[in-house]
């Protein structure tokens, strides 16, 4: 989008056509304060951490959560698509290798989708009973799908905008890492190793993601405001994303005794 459609459309949107911008400061502290509708406190995550999910619960997240992990790759290729500038493709790129995975120059990465589908098999899960979707309930595809469509819709730069959950993911990651192996010791920790992965890398694609945010977003009061709907847009996705699972059967269970 042209800069100065850019600005109009955040006006318009916001009804913030005056007032001047946020210190940089504070801009950022108020995106980081929207951490507090992060999927961390909703009620299924809250259960998750606590050790309260069955076994079929657990495995209903991570197969419909594989939806969301199939669709991260496929949203940063819309970006990309969007965006004419090198520099930005050439730091946005390194988001679709580390999902899809890549073989180059002798060196290999299995990718984070393959990692998912180990943590399937980790909760017990077959490969086929995540990758064939069988177990994605619709309200689950219709929230991520509402992020794919948003990257392809709206500007390049909105979209880069849409990504910053991803300031608050490390800790949700973290909090996986140190309560499963307590509370659900039947849970093979080598599937762990998908949140540990994430951990520097969620670290260093928000480093970038909020560095361009708030240089772009910064212009006016309008696009500060615009940038921070934008964020709780994504917010919103992820809580009805958790939302979908958690009102689902979560029957998944394949294989193994019932917790
Ligand atoms: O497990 C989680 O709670 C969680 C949350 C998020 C997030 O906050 O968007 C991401 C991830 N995981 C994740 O693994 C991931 O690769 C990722 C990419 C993105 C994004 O918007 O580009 N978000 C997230």
């Known amino acids: ?110 990718g984070g989708i393959e990692a998912w589908i180990r943590l399937g098999e980790a909760v017990g899960l077959t490969r086929d009973d995540v990758t064939s979707l069988r177990h994605v309930v619709p309200a689950a595809r219709f929230a991520v799908d509402a992020y794919v469509n948003f990257a392809r819709q709206r500007s390049w730069q909105e979209a880069i905008a849409s990504s910053l959950t991803e300031l608050f993911a490390p800790h949700i990651h973290q909090q996986r890492i140190d309560t499963w192996p307590d509370m659900y010791p039947w849970v093979d920790t080598e599937g762990l190793q998908y949140f540990r992965n994430r951990l520097t890398q969620a670290r260093r694609d928000v480093a970038h993601g909020l560095r361009f945010t708030l240089d772009y977003f910064s212009r006016s009061r309008a696009l500060q405001e615009r940038a921070l709907e934008i964020l709780q847009f994504k917010l919103d996705v992820l809580w009805a994303l958790a939302d979908a699972i958690m009102l689902s059967e979560c029957r998944v269970e394949i294989t193994g005794p019932k917790a």
């Open 1 to 110: 989008m042209d800069f100065d459609v850019a600005i109009e459309d955040a006006a318009a949107r916001t009804g913030m056509a005056n007032e001047p911008p946020l210190s940089r400061e504070e801009f950022e502290a108020r995106l980081r304060g929207k951490s507090t509708s992060y999927h961390i406190h909703h009620p299924f995550h809250v259960m998750m951490a606590e050790g309260k999910l069955t076994r079929a619960q657990l495995q209903g997240w991570v197969a419909n959560r594989f939806y969301y992990q199939i669709a991260i790759p496929v949203k940063d290729a819309a970006i990309m698509s969007n965006c004419p500038d090198r520099e930005i493709r050439r730091e946005w790129i390194q988001r679709i290798l580390d999902h899809d995975g890549y073989e180059i120059g002798g060196i290999k990465d299995p």
